[in-house]
């Protein structure tokens, strides 16, 4: 199966020329670059978090193989979702799907196979192109997670990500995809955005997961976060890293209704 983009032409350019010219005054080749076990990375319209994508794609090693954790913002019948096989296209080209990983991840029963949950969603497609203007071949799994997961069933999904990954014996980065605030003030935004970027910072999924829900925070990705967490504190991280925080705000200058964006690395 070949999965057609559902954004280009509205996210980012649908012209490839257009698309990497963008993202070329999106990233920092200068940056110093970390290996890193995961990253996370914003999924709204380029113009409005590109340069927070562009920033933390920019700042860490880019290995051959990824696995992708995003928000299911339209289609949730279950928790847990992957594609197991075929390409997904951007206007840059097209990227496989790491099948060797996804029937690890499908093996204990916990994550489901489900094309439909792809289709149309772009918090995973959006990351894509970024990471094509470093690398030309690469493989992935995309994984798409429902808004009902339980905290108990994100640690068991991070925890398995973990193991797989241990299993599998490759170099692969977690990344994780989530805005921060929507819609609130740039002020409320900043207050309560920093309150959940302070848990990823102490590599505290319990943290996060507790405050987004006490402070009605609405981070969109935050359960696909929570088990990146998981995943990478099992697999022995040491620290994470804020690389760029924006929002909209910023870009258009109406900072009295505004979404977030925060880029991190965790190593």
């Known amino acids: 199966m070949s999965r057609k983009p559902s954004v280009a032409g509205y996210f980012y350019p649908q012209n490839p020329v257009a698309l990497r010219k963008m993202i070329g005054e999106m990233v920092d080749l200068e940056m110093e670059k970390e290996k890193a076990l995961g990253v996370i990375s914003p999924h709204a319209g ?3 978090s590109g340069h927070v994508a562009g920033s933390i794609f920019s700042s860490v090693e880019l290995p051959d ?3 992708l954790l995003g928000p299911s913002h339209r289609y949730a019948e279950k928790d847990f979702s992957i594609m197991r096989i075929g390409t997904w296209e951007t206007p840059l080209g097209d990227i496989p799907i790491l099948t060797q990983l996804a029937d690890l991840l499908l093996q204990k029963g916990l994550v489901k196979e489900d094309d439909s949950c792809h289709k149309s969603e772009h918090s995973l497609e959006v990351q894509i192109p970024f990471i094509q203007y470093f690398k030309t071949k690469f493989s992935f799994v995309p994984l798409c997670i429902g808004p009902h997961a ?5 640690v068991e999904l991070g925890n398995l990500i973990a193991k797989c990954i241990q299993e599998s014996g490759d170099e692969i980065l ?36 507790d405050i987004v829900v006490s402070e009605n925070i609405s981070m969109c990705g935050y359960q696909p976060t929570v ?16 690389v760029k925080y924006q929002t909209s705000g910023d870009v258009t200058g109406d900072t009295a209704e505004v ?4 880029g991190l690395r965790i190593l």
């Not at 979404?259 to 925060?262: D, E, F, I, S, T």
């Open 46 to 48: 380029y113009q409005y």
């Open 150 to 154: 339980s905290f108990d069933n994100l």
């Open 227 to 242: 088990s990146a967490l998981v995943a990478a504190n099992h697999l022995g991280a040491k620290k994470s890293e804020l």
């Open 65 to 67: 193989k990824f696995i």
């Open 174 to 209: 977690i990344v994780a995809s989530t805005d921060m605030s929507h819609y609130v003030s740039q002020d409320e935004a900043k207050e309560k955005d920093f309150k959940a970027i302070d848990m990823i910072l102490k590599l505290d999924p319990q943290g996060l997961h």
């Open 259 to 262: 979404v977030g964006y925060a």
